[in-house]
């Protein structure tokens, strides 16, 4: 059973629009929502967070929307840059006592010049 | 400042061998994680080291163990290997309690990359 989705395998956008990467959950004990970016060859890099309690968090290019009672949760980058291309993953944790995390497969994000 | 160090980066091992895959922490970090991700899938949780003490486990059989050492660096130990096993082994480390800071919460390792024959 898997607790977090992604259903796009991949998206491509181009340089200066908005991408927009989803997450679905399936658990309401999850706490904490975090999207992490991916480059070949290299561990999975922390972007932005989000707890529960909220419903929006911004920094810099990247907002994370949290729907609750959706079990949504969203991804926006505007502008886009070829630089973030990458895979994005979505990842949940209960508690927030820093045990483990439940990721999605991933979403690979294409930017073109 | 060296963050999360993983060695070796790439593995190649036996059906039925044991392989030992090394993780040290980012500085200022106590706590490590270890995950499997296999090919098209999303890392998965295998067990978390704190206090050298296992904390908690994820779903994989007992033949995943690991250790961790005073200095907080620590071990993935698989033994008896099967194909399955084939996949990018990833460590990271935290501080305890520290799940959102930027400086303190999971920070990843590049990966092991094992190939079971």
């Known amino acids: 059973d898997q607790q977090v989705k992604q259903n796009s395998p991949s998206l491509s956008v181009q340089e200066g629009r908005i991408s927009i990467l989803n997450c679905d959950y399936t658990?309401?004990?999850?706490?904490?929502f975090l999207w992490y970016k991916k480059y070949p060859a290299e561990g999975p890099t922390f972007l932005i967070s989000i707890s529960s309690i909220k419903d929006k968090n911004e920094d810099g290019r990247f907002t994370v929307f949290l729907n609750k009672s959706a079990k949504h949760l969203s991804l926006h980058i505007v502008p886009s840059q070829p630089g973030d291309s990458a895979v994005y993953f979505c990842a949940s944790e209960k508690g927030g006592s820093n045990y483990k995390l439940t990721f999605g497969k991933g979403t690979l994000l294409t930017v073109n010049p | 400042d060296a963050g999360v160090t993983q060695s070796p980066t790439h593995l190649i091992k036996t059906r039925g061998q044991q392989v030992t895959l090394r993780c040290s922490p980012k500085s200022g970090h106590d706590t490590v994680s270890w995950y499997q991700q296999a090919l098209g899938q999303g890392p998965q949780f295998i067990f978390q080291?704190?206090?050298?003490?296992?904390?908690q486990r994820g779903n994989f059989p007992d033949r995943f163990s690991g250790h961790q050492f005073p200095n907080y660096s620590s071990e993935l130990n698989v033994n008896a290997l099967l194909l399955g096993d084939s996949a990018l082994y990833l460590c990271a480390s935290s501080l305890v309690g520290a799940m959102l800071d930027p400086n303190y919460g999971y920070t990843f390792g590049s990966g092991t990359r094992l190939t079971v024959v």
């Open positions: 658990n309401s004990m999850f706490d904490y």
């Open positions: 080291y704190y206090e050298e003490e296992e904390r």
